[in-house]
């Protein structure tokens, strides 16, 4: 019985790592595509080390990802659809409560022979496109739904940093649901020791996306602020912070001894 299975399971296995390629591959060339739209007045050329650091950081993210999902849902079966499902709707609708609290308009020249009817097809099929991707992977492309070319040029780093935070706590989550809940999905394998090497694949993605946008990316000069800025900038609010608590006792003690 055990080797009428064995076939059928490696045909799945097989099935399963062609698609994690296959998706990996589609968003390493969709980051590339997103370099290429968002700074379209310039020449853009990605040597060999700056694809590698791409594809790394996106191979990393997708399968830890893709894993811990499974898992998951492996684990609590159908109570983890309301949260999958609510997921996938916050991202959804994430562009278009930013449309709305915008106050802009719909924008009527996607196509020249669309409707408004054909319009509002078109968003809707993009934005639920973008949620897909978004829920297994950032997006090196944002949603402007308001714009023509319903992409925003901006290199939003605010949107990035609380993708990656959010996602990150997700993922905890997910992993320690699946550590202590997870009894009969892998009964031969330790669970501690599978629930660390997901977080540290996702943690090492996220390092090697920091260093692609701080040294590999091809216009990283254009950027007003980058990983460093913002480390650097995190660091002197902590010590200006620790600094002005330091010397509040100093001024207090200097009050006390001006009264006596």
């Known amino acids: 019985m055990l080797l009428h299975w064995r076939p059928w399971i490696y045909h799945q296995a097989v099935l399963m790592v062609f698609s994690l390629i296959s998706v990996t591959y589609g968003a390493t060339l969709c980051n590339m595509l997103a370099i290429q739209i968002k700074y379209d007045d310039y020449k853009i050329r990605l040597g060999p080390l700056e694809v590698l650091c791409i594809t790394i950081w996106r191979t990393l993210e997708i399968t830890s990802r893709l894993m811990i999902l499974v898992l998951f ?9 309301p949260f999958l499902v609510l997921n996938f709707l916050i991202i959804l609708f994430e562009p278009w409560v930013k449309f709305w609290r915008s106050g802009a308009q719909m924008p009527n020249n996607i196509e020249k022979n669309f409707s408004r009817v054909g319009t509002l097809v078109v968003l809707i099929s993009v934005t639920i496109l973008y949620a897909g991707i978004n829920f297994s992977c950032w997006s090196a492309m944002q949603l402007k739904l308001a714009d023509r070319d319903l992409v925003d ?30 009894v009969k999905v892998l009964l031969n394998y330790c669970h501690s020791l599978i629930a660390v090497q997901l977080i540290i694949a996702y943690l090492i993605s996220i390092g090697f996306m920091l260093l692609f946008f701080q040294y590999l990316h091809p216009l990283r000069s254009l950027f007003t602020h980058n990983v460093v800025d913002y480390l650097h900038c995190v660091c002197c609010r902590r010590h200006h912070r620790e600094r002005a608590e330091n010397e509040e006792p100093s001024l207090e003690a200097e009050t006390r001894q001006s009264i006596v």
């Open 153 to 182: 040029k901006g290199q939003n780093w605010g949107h990035m940093g609380l993708h990656y935070s959010v996602r990150l706590v997700e993922n905890v989550v997910m992993v320690l649901v699946f550590k202590f809940l997870g």
């Open 73 to 81: 849902s492996a684990t609590l079966k159908l109570k983890a659809v």
